[in-house]
């Protein structure tokens, strides 16, 4: 249990890692986003790939991994046609109003799904899975706390102020990776289906949000480089952890 506090608490505040640079900067070269972007979208990937989706298996069989996997997406695509994207270069704003207040909410509900993830991978018998998810859910964490951080700041949210909201944004992650980890452990069929539903989730996450992001402003060649590396790195945590 101690261990699954922990690697959540880490995930979770990821998301504050990613905002902490907009204390010091207001914004972040767009080359350097899709990079970013492109090697969180690698990590997140080689973790679904090598990680959760062969553990679900072994956990369920296949029909626990399809059934799992599609619920993720689905999840994921309802969350996304239902709530506002966070659009940082939306000049137009002017004041922290209805909208942004929405754009906050839509982002606490999103942390769920990622925050069951990871509890449900330290649920797993093995033991290695769930710090291997913690790091590839935190590493796509950082540059959503610096959108969200933009975002705020655009919308003339004071900078102290605008990184104690990404701060509850994270922690309402960990609220929801306990809950994962709870119900897993005392329902442990939920296992195999929570794993592949975390890759369904990420790998959603990877195709309709991060590449073409890291793909929209001219830097394919190095986000694609990117992507290969932050994939290769997870391998070899992989390797150490599981």
Do not use: C
């Not at 995930?11 to 204390?23: H, Y």
């Not at 029909?63 to 046609?81: A, P």
């Not at 540059?143 to 951080?149: K, N, R, S, T, Y």
């Amino acid at each position: 249990m101690e261990a699954a506090l922990l690697g959540s608490m880490i995930s979770a505040m990821a998301t504050v890692l990613g905002a902490i640079p907009l204390l010091f900067v207001k914004t972040l070269s767009e080359k350097w986003k899709d990079i970013l972007i492109a090697f969180t979208a690698g990590i997140m990937v080689s973790a679904s790939t090598f990680g959760l989706m062969p553990q679900s298996l072994q956990e369920g069989g296949i029909i626990t991994l399809s059934v799992g996997l599609l619920l993720g997406i689905v999840v994921l695509d309802l969350i996304e046609k239902n709530i506002p994207h966070v659009d940082v270069e939306n000049k137009s704003i002017g004041s922290f109003d209805s909208k942004s207040l929405l754009v906050i909410v839509a982002l606490f509900i999103h942390n769920i799904p990622e925050g069951l993830s990871t509890g449900f991978s330290y649920a797993s018998e093995n033991a290695g899975l769930g710090p291997m998810v913690a790091i590839s859910i935190g590493a796509q964490n950082m540059p959503e706390g610096l959108v969200l951080a933009v975002f705020l700041i655009n919308s003339q949210v004071n900078k102290y102020k605008a990184f104690a909201i990404v701060f509850l944004t994270g922690m309402m992650e960990l609220v929801s990776a306990v809950i994962g980890y709870f119900t897993a452990s005392y329902i442990e069929w939920l296992i195999g289906y929570g794993l592949a539903f975390a890759a369904g989730a990420m790998m959603f996450i990877v195709y309709k949000e991060l590449i073409p992001e890291s793909h929209g402003h001219g830097y394919e060649r190095p986000s694609t480089y990117s992507f290969i590396i932050g994939l290769l790195i997870m391998v070899y945590i992989s390797y150490v952890f599981v």
